[in-house]
């Protein structure tokens, strides 16, 4: 089955310590992208990637940092300098850049990691 | 500069009754929008897209949304809401593959 799995499913985390979230898709897709979801604010894009070895910033990128080596792969790493509290952490990925229009928009998620601060 | 407006945080529904949720759009640009559901500690699963094909959009579970180019909007229905429609639901605009995202709207379904 094609699709996108994210792991942990929930991890804690210490003030000042670094941590990295993983997501790995087997759809082929060139782009992917990382999403915050807060209560109440929907979801906010951290940084995405269009292609191999290139990301660019989101909304609300201080504090993290990407990478982008593999086509399947797009880990997050939250830096001591992430000062937000427990959140949920959302990967997707879309066609867009073999697509385009609303099927390169369309988007598909895997389901969530949920960090927790210390 | 694209955004989304979904009117009403909570809705809440007896099981039977019609569903709507309400979404309105900015956009600059003739607008993809979507239709998203999310189940508690789960991902986002897409319900429909509007593509310009139909202004009436059919999804899965027995969801529809029409799109209203004079209204700007994108309102989510269903003619008998079940139990197990209980969720939160997002509305989102596309464009050169970013989404933007309303706030979400969860949906109460009562016995």
């Known amino acids: 089955d094609g699709g996108i799995t994210q792991s942990p499913k929930y991890l804690f985390r210490k003030e000042g310590q670094n941590v990295t979230l993983s997501c790995e898709q087997n759809?082929?897709?060139?782009?992917m992208y990382w999403y915050r979801q807060d209560p109440g604010q929907g979801l906010r894009l951290i940084y995405y990637?269009?292609?191999?070895?290139?990301?660019q910033k989101g909304d609300i990128a201080e504090g993290y940092s990407v990478s982008r080596e593999k086509k399947e792969s797009f880990p997050l790493t939250v830096t001591s300098a992430q000062k937000h509290p427990t959140a949920f952490y959302l990967c997707?990925?879309?066609?867009?850049?073999?697509?385009?229009?609303?099927?390169?928009?369309?988007?598909?998620f895997g389901p969530g990691t949920r960090l927790t601060v210390l | 500069a694209q955004s989304v407006t979904q009117l009403g945080s909570h809705v809440s529904v007896s099981e039977g009754a019609l569903v709507l949720l309400r979404c309105n759009y900015s956009?600059?640009?003739?607008?993809?929008l979507f239709w998203y559901v999310q189940y508690p500690n789960q991902g986002l699963q897409l319900l429909l897209k509007?593509?310009?094909?139909?202004?009436l959009v059919k999804g899965i579970n027995g969801f529809e949304a029409e799109f209203k180019k004079s209204e700007t909007s994108f309102h989510l229905t269903k003619p008998s809401a079940h139990m197990s429609d209980a969720a939160e639901y997002f509305c989102?605009?596309?464009?050169?593959?970013?989404?933007?995202f309303g706030q979400g709207t969860i949906l109460t379904v009562h016995p």
């Open positions: 990637s269009q292609i191999v070895n290139d990301f």
């Open positions: 759809l082929n897709h060139d782009a």
């Open positions: 997707a990925s879309s066609t867009w850049g073999l697509t385009s229009g609303s099927e390169g928009d369309t988007q598909y």
């Open positions: 509007y593509t310009s094909a139909a202004t």
């Open positions: 989102a605009v596309g464009s050169y593959g970013k989404l933007t």
């Open positions: 956009s600059s640009v003739p607008p993809y």
